[in-house]
Structures are given as structure tokens and as C-alpha cells.
């Protein structure tokens, strides 16, 4: 162990570093020192639950934290927007199982862009973060700052930047002993654990290659976008931000981070060399398109020579697949299946268990870390496998080889001076490879 002087100015060090990565991930943090709060909750004591972001996916990850444990009650909100918060009483006051320990008073439900912070400096225990993917750094590190227990949606950043400083976020949510649950959710997929334990196992042989794939139709009704008189151009942007890169970073970041994740477990999670990519704006049209692409294909470089190959598509009308095969040399397993086929098709294991609901076992296992006072800390692979995407897209946006250490390096970042609903948000082009450059 290292001495305690030592540890006090690693420990100094990286408080550091964290309020400097804040200021450059987006609006300050007030940072001070604050005093820790008990962040155990053992026996019948109640959990206290805020959610930022009351978003499809917020919503469902409040209401599985509240199945998780009797004893948890949400005491606050969290968003941009009254009416989401409205929409999110309306939705839960109708949910018998969970209406009585979901009841948030008014003076609990926060709006505008410093609506985290509000929520988090109210007595909250645990903090659900599923607002917009650009603002989960600054969300991440006010909570651990704050001494609160987090689950993370994916992706946990949309930037390099934004991954450094979850990465620091993460070494100070170790030093005070708090649960980080990543919303990476096949990891909590009992059948896709079975498959990787398997593979970690060598019942796969040596790897030799990973094809990961989410070809999807786009979600929702996505064009033309949603549009008010009554919008400036920054609610307009947050009101349709997965269709904006400096709030979503792409769809190959934001949704199709999964299939890539699955890929990055199968080899215990080793980072690429570098990437190369194709990609493009193609069948979505109309006048108001955004900034993402609807289609890349990234083919990722490893050690010995192990490829990678990546591909993603938001398309009406097309052929879908969403999923993640590991080729060894004794065969090939599907991750999302939970079968392993030798080279002349026959499979030779099947997951036969009953299937769990990965999103459920995220906060069952959240809540459960927390009452044990034996934290879980996901935080190093859902930084990783955030990165992995966002080195995909800068590959696919560039049309150039990018090495891992360039995208870590990189100086793009999707930060603004300030947040307020009058500046307009820089809206970059659409990218064009080959004459977009890397930054």
C-alpha cells in the first residue's frame, strides 16, 4: 500500500483534474469539499431516488429501481422541461405497484439546465442519470462529488474530453465507496453473461475476429422534426437532440454502442489500435436532418492482427439485425443468442436458463450493492466502450485511419461557452468523408 501522504496527493491530484475536466466538458460544477454522507443503506432504511432526464428511458429505469426494493422512494426530478416532468406524473400516478412511492412534491421537480444540480444538492441517495449523452460527464461528476450513488445511462459521453472526465469521476466515486451501474445492459443479461464466460473460458479456442452489427429502423417517427414557433434554436435542438452529434454523438454512439460493447467484453474489454471507417447521410431527407449519419461501417484493428468489423444503420424499409458473434478457432458464438456453433455449423452449447430482464437486473443489482455496502464500479468499461463508438464515428465521419491514442488525444470537443435557451448551438455540417477533418 502506498503511504498516506501519497495517497492524499494522488487524491488531490485527480479532485483536480475532475474540476478541470468539468469546465471543459460543459457548464462549471461548484466542486468544493463536501462533507460525505453515509452511503450505505442497510436493513429497512429508505432509499432515496432522483432521476435526471424523465425520458423514455429515465422513466423506465425509475420504475425499475422501485421494483428493485420495497424500501426505495422517488423523491425528485430532474429536466429541461416541465412538460416531460408532467408527462412523468401523469405516467407513474397510473402504475398501482409503484404510484405510492413515486408521489414527487412540486418543490421536488427541477427544470432548466441546472435541474441536476438542484436535484443532487436535495437529500437524495441515489442519482438515475438519462438526460442527453452530452451532459452525463458534468452530470457524473456533481454526483460523486456530491457523494451519491449513480447509475449511468449509455453512453456516458460524446466526446474525448467527456471520457476523461467520467474516467476521473470514476476514481473518486472508488475513493468514497459509492455504486456506478452502467446502463450497458447485456452486461446484466444472464444469457449474454453465460456466452462471454464461455469465451473467457477458451471454450471458444483463440479469437481470430468479432462482427458486431445494429442495423435498425430509426427510433420513433424521426422526420421532418419535431418544430414550435414558440422554440429558440437551443430548445429545438434538446427537443430533437438525438439527431444533433453534440448532444447524442451519432447513432453509432448512442444506440449502437451496445453491439460494440458486446464485442469489447469478449476480449475483456482491450482497446482497439485503430479504427477505419465508412459512412453517410443517405435515405433521411427533408429539411431539417441534423448532423448525424444514417449508416457507418467501422472496422476496428487490434492486437495480432484481430479485427473488429462494425456495422450500423438507421434506415426505413431495410433488413434488420442487431447482435454480436466472436469467431475462434473452435467455432462461433453469438453473444445475444447464447450459442456456440463449431466451423460446420453445429452447435455445440446453448443457453438453456431462464432468461433474466437485464434492464430490471441493472437496478436490482444497483440497490442490492448499495444495502451490502460492497460497491460495484463500472465505470472503466462503459468509459471504454463509450470511447470504442466515438473513435468509430470519428474513422467513419473522416474517412481516415484514427488511431486510439489520436482519438484520446483529440481536440474536438462538443462543449458550449454557456447553457441558456437564448444562444443558438454551434450546428456543424454533416460530415463528409474525406473533407471532414480530424481534430
Not at 76 to 103: C, N, V, W
Not at 110 to 117: L, R
Not at 393 to 399: D, F, K
Request: hydrophobic letters at 40%; a neutral charge; proline letters at 5%.
Amino acid at each position: 500500500m502506498p503511504e498516506r501522504n501519497e495517497q492524499d496527493r494522488s487524491r488531490h491530484s485527480r479532485r483536480g483534474f475532475v474540476r478541470r475536466s468539468a469546465a471543459a466538458v460543459g457548464a462549471g460544477l461548484a466542486l468544493g469539499s463536501q462533507v460525505v454522507p453515509n452511503v450505505h443503506a442497510a436493513g429497512s432504511q429508505t432509499l432515496k431516488i432522483g432521476l435526471v432526464g424523465c425520458g423514455g428511458r429515465g422513466r423506465g429505469a425509475a420504475v425499475q429501481a422501485l421494483k428493485a426494493d420495497p424500501q426505495t422512494r422517488l423523491v425528485a426530478l430532474a429536466d429541461a422541461f416541465p412538460d416531460q416532468i408532467e408527462t412523468t406524473h401523469s405516467l407513474f400516478g397510473r402504475m398501482k405497484e409503484i404510484a405510492p412511492r413515486a408521489e414527487v412534491p412540486k418543490d421536488r421537480c427541477y427544470t432548466g439546465f441546472d435541474a441536476y444540480q438542484q436535484l443532487i444538492d436535495s437529500d437524495v441517495d441515489v442519482v438515475l442519470l438519462a438526460a442527453p449523452p452530452h451532459f452525463r460527464p458534468k452530470h457524473m461528476q456533481a454526483c460523486v462529488e456530491a457523494g451519491k450513488h449513480v447509475f449511468a445511462e449509455k453512453p456516458v459521453a460524446v466526446d474525448a474530453a467527456g471520457v476523461k472526465g467520467i474516467l476521473e469521476a470514476g476514481k473518486v466515486a472508488k475513493e468514497k465507496d459509492l455504486v456506478v451501474v452502467s446502463g450497458l445492459c447485456w452486461r446484466y443479461d444472464n444469457r449474454a453473461r453465460a456466452a462471454i464466460e464461455k469465451i473467457h473460458n477458451g471454450d471458444l479456442g483463440h479469437v481470430v475476429a468479432i462482427h458486431s452489427v445494429y442495423n435498425a429502423s430509426p427510433p420513433g417517427k424521426p422526420w421532418p422534426m419535431r418544430q414550435d414557433a414558440s422554440w429558440g434554436p437551443m430548445e429545438e435542438q434538446l427537443r430533437n437532440w438525438y439527431w444533433f452529434t453534440w448532444l447524442s454523438g451519432d447513432h453509432i454512439v448512442e444506440q449502437a454502442i451496445h453491439s460494440i460493447d458486446k464485442g469489447a467484453w469478449a476480449i475483456r474489454d482491450e482497446t482497439p489500435l485503430a479504427a477505419v471507417g465508412l459512412g453517410g447521410l443517405q435515405a433521411r431527407q427533408g429539411d431539417e436532418l441534423g448532423s448525424i449519419f444514417d449508416h457507418h461501417t467501422v472496422v476496428y484493428e487490434h492486437e495480432n492482427g484481430l479485427k473488429h468489423f462494425h456495422t450500423c444503420r438507421q434506415q426505413i424499409g431495410c433488413t434488420n439485425d442487431v447482435g454480436t458473434e466472436v469467431v475462434g478457432t473452435n467455432g462461433i458464438c453469438d453473444i445475444d443468442r447464447g450459442v456456440i456453433r463449431n466451423h460446420d455449423g453445429e452447435i455445440v452449447w446453448k443457453f438453456k436458463g431462464k432468461r433474466n430482464v437485464m434492464h430490471q437486473q441493472e437496478q436490482d443489482d444497483l440497490i442490492a450493492a448499495i444495502r451490502a455496502g460492497k460497491p460495484i464500479n463500472n465505470t472503466e468499461y462503459m468509459a471504454k466502450s463509450t470511447m470504442q463508438a466515438i473513435l468509430g464515428r470519428m474513422a467513419s465521419y473522416t474517412g481516415k485511419r484514427i488511431t486510439w491514442d489520436q482519438a484520446m488525444n483529440s481536440k474536438e470537443e462538443y462543449a458550449l461557452p454557456r447553457y441558456d435557451w437564448k444562444i443558438t448551438p454551434e450546428t456543424r455540417p454533416i460530415a463528409v468523408p474525406g473533407t471532414t477533418r480530424f481534430v
